[in-house]
């Protein structure tokens, strides 16, 4: 993997942990829906990335 798509890639993941992080402190939003919000998104990403990283895997 090139240097620069390994960046994207971090500099992606760090503003999605970043808007969760604003998310679950901001005051305008109740802490349990924030969340649960939070939640159902790692469990959606989950089921996307991980069948991709085992293909990958096996196919090295």
Avoid at 48 to 58: D, E, T
Wanted: proline content about 3%.
């Amino acid at each position: 993997m090139s240097s620069l798509r390994r960046l994207w890639f971090i500099v992606l993941a760090l503003m999605v942990v970043g808007g969760h992080i604003a998310m679950l402190t901001s005051d305008r939003m109740p802490f349990d829906v924030a969340l649960r919000l939070t939640l159902v998104n790692a469990a959606i990403w989950a089921v996307l990335l991980l069948p991709l990283l085992l293909f990958a895997l096996l196919r090295r």
